[in-house]
């Protein structure tokens, strides 16, 4: 019931996603914006053709950019890399997630409920070098996948900038800054962050840099 529910809506969404756009924003922790562009900077993102023990093309989640299968949301980490000269992290887990959307979207679902916490099996060695942090991920349900939960666990972003994107069939950014937020409370998390449907982010190259611009990139 729960899974034609979310056809549904996704159908729904996947129309009102056309019209995406994103913006930038303001802080959800602090009143000022004030993003350090000099410093070093880490775009970390979380995919699930990376998590799921088969190539990115038989993954549930994929997209061509320039001839390469990738999950989406390293498709939009790399474009914003490529704008900002950033390092890359991937998250990985040892969860290994379904390849068929089906079982992945129910596994998802049960994960979710049961607040499940994957285990991290990469790690970021020198969070302290970066003032300021991409951090991008898929919406699953309406909110981060569980392993993004262990990711904001495991790291202290206190007097870091967080500026969240996401990549979705319809939920746009579905709050999760905010949830950032609160799960970093010494952090200045940006509250509109890039977000772009599945359907354009092999083409979103132009509009993540504008998107960048207005940050001051
Ligand atoms: C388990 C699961 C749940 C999803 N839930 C939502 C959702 O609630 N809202 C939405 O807009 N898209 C949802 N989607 C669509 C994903 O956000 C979309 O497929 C995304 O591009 C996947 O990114 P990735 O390739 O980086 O994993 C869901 C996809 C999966 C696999």
Known sequence: MKKTFLCVLLAVALILSLASCNKSGDAVNSGDVDVDTEGKILVVYFTAAENSGVDAV?????????????????AVAEMIADETGADLFSIRTSTVYPANMGELIDYADKEQDDGARPELTSSIDNLDDYATVFVGFPIWWYDMPQV???FFDEYDFSGKTIIPFTVHNGSRLSGTPAKIAELEPDATVISDGFTVSMQNAANAAEDVAEWLQGLGF
């Open 148 to 150: 993004m939960y262990s």
């Open 58 to 74: 038989s993954s549930a989640s994929v997209v061509t950019v320039d001839g390469e299968a990738k999950g989406v949301s390293q």
